[in-house]
């Protein structure tokens, strides 16, 4: 097993494109999240997925912002119209159950760059 | 709501020395847990160390241990004898009922040889 993995580490792309992030959680952990991190600040939650089910949104999350897990394993992050201000690292991480108080795996994060 | 408050923005530590980063917290969740993250530079987040909220005891793991103030709020991480490899940035986190963590905003702590 090799952690979890985000695809890709760097995008950088132009304000008004639309941009999808990957994330494969570690095999068996049926939970997986999805964090925005900007520069000194902690990491601030967006969503999360208990199987294929997404369970929880934030109010951050705007109508650009969809998120997937389709089959339960792997999430797609997507930002539909970017804008500057979602520049930030995009983190993922998964936890195995029960989900109460386990530890959340971290994956590398996605750095996003809106020009 | 839950809040996470870390007040000090950057710490140092001369190697083999003891430090401690502090972190208060609110909640209105009676079961809860409290967590530090490690973020080294450029590297992934990695899980230091956990408290379950119901659990009177300090929990420790080798260097590294909490002192919990459940009725006060606080967290505070102490790191013991210290290393070049402790420097990282540390994030103190409260996992509720549906374990997503609320982070504060990080202690950045420098290791001087």
């Known amino acids: 097993d090799t952690g979890v993995s985000q695809n890709p580490r760097h995008k950088i792309t132009k304000r008004g494109q639309n941009v999808t992030f990957r994330c494969d959680p570690i095999?068996?952990?049926?939970?997986l999240y999805w964090y925005r991190q900007t520069l000194g600040q902690g990491p601030e939650f967006l969503t999360y997925?208990?199987?294929?089910?997404?369970?929880?949104k934030s109010r951050l999350l705007s109508d650009r912002f969809s998120a997937e897990r389709p089959k339960g394993s792997f999430s797609t992050l997507e930002i539909q119209r970017t804008e500057q201000g979602d520049s930030a690292m995009y983190l993922c991480?998964?936890?195995?159950?029960?989900?109460?108080?386990?530890?959340?795996?971290f994956g590398p994060g996605t750095r996003l760059t809106v020009l | 709501a839950q809040t996470v408050t870390q007040s000090q923005p950057e710490m140092s530590v001369q190697e083999a020395e003891t430090v401690t980063l502090s972190c208060t917290y609110d909640?209105?969740?009676?079961?809860?847990?409290l967590f530090w993250y490690k973020q080294p530079p450029s590297r992934q987040m990695i899980l230091v160390i956990r408290?379950?909220?119901?659990?009177?005891q300090n929990a420790t793991e080798n260097r590294f241990s909490v002192n919990f103030q459940k009725a006060a709020k606080s967290f505070s991480l102490k790191i013991s004898d210290s290393q070049l490899g402790d420097a990282a940035m540390y994030f103190c986190?409260?996992?509720?009922?549906?374990?997503?963590?609320?982070f504060g905003t990080g202690t950045l702590l420098a290791v001087q040889p």
């Open positions: 986190a409260h996992g509720g009922a549906t374990n997503k963590l609320i």
């Open positions: 095999s068996e952990h049926n939970r």
């Open positions: 909640t209105s969740e009676s079961d809860y847990y």
């Open positions: 997925f208990q199987n294929e089910a997404q369970l929880e």
């Open positions: 408290q379950e909220a119901y659990k009177q």
């Open positions: 991480a998964s936890s195995s159950p029960p989900q109460r108080g386990q530890e959340q795996f």
